[in-house]
């Protein structure tokens, strides 16, 4: 009786119906956790610029201070020599 439980054991962690295999998408860690240094700073912004960024951030369901460093960060990326 005991092989009757170990055998439906195994057969209930296989895959059930069809199984496509996907490639790995993933970037490798180094690139998903920041490694730049963050440093903290104070900014006086537009209150309309805030608003479009909390607009954006709600639309993706991402973070406005997220979204803003990415901007920062790509604006920086893009003119830096």
Do not use: C
Not at 70 to 80: G, N, P, R
């Amino acid at each position: 009786m005991k092989k009757k439980s170990a055998k439906r054991k195994l057969e209930s962690e296989m895959p059930v119906g069809k199984v496509t295999r996907v490639d790995d998408f993933l970037p490798p860690p180094e690139v998903l956790f920041a490694t730049d240094d963050r440093v903290k700073i104070t900014i006086e912004i537009e209150g309309s610029t805030l608003d479009f960024f909390k607009e954006q951030a709600d639309k993706t369901g991402n973070k406005y201070q997220r979204l803003m460093r990415q901007v920062l960060k790509q604006y920086a990326k893009k003119y830096s020599a």
